[in-house]
């Protein structure tokens, strides 16, 4: 087996592949046959996209997609899920209820159906939901079969059945165990992971199911989720709870995410309609930023990459304005159009649809292929948005100027694009003189640290291996992206460097085939400023490259906080906690000598590659990206890096608990 370190296999260590044949008999017999949701058990990651932290807590939403789908056929007003203290999940819905009747073609209880047969359910025509989240209907027998034992209770015509499984098998037949009051339907399902299927973490975080909750409840109108959490702790004692109810839907789902940020205008444009058979709901306002925020959505599923609905949107949106500035003399005969990236600018948008039989390009659910639509969100914006821009002449006025500005940056960028392509060119491709390049040109087994500072840079430069390691030393801290135009961002001499030596370009230009390195890592001082720069240079990379982290390229270097010395002996520790332990194995007494690093600067080179860079002791943190909470994410980057002081107060209050050995 290969070997795990920074947190990916090393490729080096792995054992040679063996394509000899080892089975002459290969015939029918040999085909296998896994019954039930063996299958499952056997490949989870093919059903749930990973055994990590991710696809534990998608196994949360696969329960709560189905209380949802009965809220979006209109039987279910409420959800409540709660984590209890053995880190087992409760979801309780008032919709119908799962039937408890028998499915005659399977011979068994409905329910019993549903959480043992794969692509069972009610989203497969019948009439048993008008749109539905469910797209393969393997939801609750995944999580069955995925969990060390599962309940269900159902609530219906006064009485409450249960059944219990254990691994995805059945414990005993579905029974009736009680009664309730004759108006009282709905489903309760209790499960708890199975740790032998998920090694790495059976503990479901609050922050993490809150941030999807919050979401699913914006996107369906009126639907009241509340979560709460019974695990207590000496330093946590009283169980968190929290609600989330919009009547108001996508419209304050915009004014959320923009809550860090000022609008253009004061009301948040809200498009309704169905068409096609295609029911649409657009929300949208712009705002005082220079980056766009639009998510969209197919019958509450976020859809990261888009599709035909998200299509259907821009068109309506680039041609609606461009028709209404021309018409309102706002652009110039001899003036070019607007492109979509001008309009788009500082924009905050929500695009969902519900649609009877959505089709998705790949098994991942990240991109709708409906042509249908695509029509439908056109036609609908399209209308809807003529008559706010004829009706609302200055708001109208405010998108256009900001759009016009916006055109004129692009230009301007493009330009300086353009000329340091040419410079690029005639100097043969040459790099920025600063960096200290690796020989390696297999990107594979080539590395970029970016250090803080030409000291740090000075001896990381000497620490390093000459081979697969790339230094790119920084002056000062990059241009805050988050508050500038393309043109500035294209005119920065550090945002200029950085671009040139990963290669791949940004925005339209970028190619991650061209990636120089398969790491990159921001490697900075652990106090204050250093993590400011980090989160500089994180802003930098998810605005203008998000590939790069969405494919685990980019990592952030842990450089110790302390090094003990006694008896000719040194130790580094990095964490109070590790230093904590040091002391107790080598004992607290005057010979000690223990520094507290400030920063890079303080460690010579010898130092910096035992510490810091040496790929057979160092500690490096992949950044990662949960894209089923994709607006929360580009929510906190706006907060922690915008122009607004109060919602970054808030954050940092309700977040310092979780940092640790940062100096202030």
């Not at 989720?225 to 989330?244: A, G, M």
């Not at 809550?259 to 009301?267: F, G, M, V």
């Not at 055109?407 to 100097?427: I, N, S, V, Y």
């Not at 740090?456 to 081979?467: E, F, Q, V, Y």
Request: hydrophobic content about 35%; proline content about 3%.
């Amino acid at each position: 087996m290969s070997e795990l370190k920074d947190g990916v296999f090393d490729n080096e260590q792995t054992e040679d592949f063996d394509i000899s044949p080892v089975q002459e008999d290969y015939g029918a017999d040999q085909i296998q046959i896994l019954e039930g949701l063996e299958a499952v058990r056997k490949r989870p990651g093919m059903y749930i996209g990973t055994t990590a932290s991710r696809g534990l807590h998608h196994l949360v939403y696969e329960i709560v997609d189905n209380s949802v789908d009965e809220a979006l056929a209109g039987a279910c007003d409420t959800i409540r899920v709660t984590i209890n203290p053995d880190n087992s999940v409760t979801v309780i819905d008032n919709g119908r209820g799962i039937p408890v009747g028998i499915n005659h073609k399977a011979g068994l209880p409905a329910v019993e159906v549903v959480f043992t047969i794969l692509h069972a359910g009610g989203k497969f025509g019948g009439g048993g939901y008008k749109v539905s989240g469910g797209l393969h209907g393997v939801g609750a027998s995944v999580v069955n079969a995925l969990s060390d034992w599962l309940e269900v209770e159902i609530f219906t015509d006064g009485k409450i059945y249960q059944q219990r499984y254990e691994r995805g098998r059945v414990c005993y037949p579905l029974r009736e165990i009680g009664t309730c009051e004759p108006e009282k339907t709905g489903t309760k399902v209790t499960f708890k992971p199975d740790a032998t299927i998920f090694t790495e973490t059976t503990e479901f975080e609050f922050d993490v199911l809150k941030q999807r909750l919050r979401e699913m409840a914006f996107l369906t109108k009126g639907l009241k989720i509340i979560l709460r959490d019974e695990r207590v702790s000496e330093s946590d004692p009283q169980p968190k709870e929290r609600t989330f109810h919009y009547e108001g839907g996508i419209k304050e789902f915009v004014t959320y995410l923009n809550r860090s940020k000022t609008p253009l205008y004061d009301n948040v444009l809200y498009f309704e309609g169905k068409k096609n058979n295609v029911y649409v709901e657009v929300a949208m306002q712009h705002n005082d930023s220079f980056n766009e925020s639009t998510f969209s959505f197919v019958n509450n599923i976020n859809t990261p990459e888009g599709g035909t609905h998200l299509v259907g949107f821009r068109n309506a949106l680039t041609k609606t304005c461009n028709d209404y500035a021309r018409n309102a003399k706002l652009l110039k005969d001899n003036e070019p159009n607007l492109t979509g990236e001008d309009i788009r600018e500082g924009l905050t948008a929500i695009v969902s649809v519900k649609i009877e039989d959505p089709q998705f390009e790949g098994q991942t659910k990240q991109k709708l292929g409906n042509s249908e639509a695509r029509q439908a969100v056109d036609n609908i914006v399209s209308e809807q948005l003529t008559y706010f821009l004829e009706q609302n002449p200055a708001a109208a006025k405010t998108i256009c100027e900001k759009s016009i500005l916006a055109q004129r940056a692009r230009d301007a960028a493009r330009k300086a694009r353009e000329m340091t392509r040419r410079k690029t060119a005639l100097e043969g491709a040459a790099l920025p003189g600063k960096l200290a390049d690796c020989s390696d040109k297999n990107p594979e087994n080539c590395e970029i640290y970016i250090v803080e500072g030409d000291s740090a840079g000075g001896s990381a430069k000497t620490a390093r291996s000459r081979a697969t390691q790339a230094i790119l030393p920084l002056r000062g801290k990059i241009l805050n992206v988050e508050k500038a135009r393309l043109d500035k961002i294209y005119a920065n001499a550090e945002i200029k460097a950085m671009i040139t030596a990963f290669g791949t370009g940004i925005h339209d230009d970028f190619d991650i085939s061209k990636l120089r390195y398969h790491k990159i890592i921001l490697m900075t001082d652990a106090d204050v400023d250093g993590a400011h720069i980090a989160t500089l240079l994180l802003t930098f990379i998810y605005r203008f490259m998000p590939e790069l982290i969405k494919q685990g390229y980019v990592y952030l270097a842990q450089p110790p906080l302390y090094k003990l010395e006694k008896n000719k002996k040194v130790w580094y520790a990095y964490s109070d906690e590790e230093l904590d332990g040091i002391l107790k194995e080598v004992g607290r007494d005057q010979n000690n000598k223990i520094q507290r690093y400030k920063g890079l600067g303080e460690m010579d080179a010898e130092q910096l590659w035992e510490t810091t860079m040496d790929p057979e002791k160092r500690i490096l943190l992949r950044v990662t990206m949960n894209e089923e909470a994709e607006s929360e994410l580009d929510l906190t980057f706006t907060t922690l890096m915008g122009d607004k002081v109060e919602p970054r107060r808030e954050f940092i209050e309700e977040n310092a608990k979780f940092v640790k050995n940062l100096d202030i």
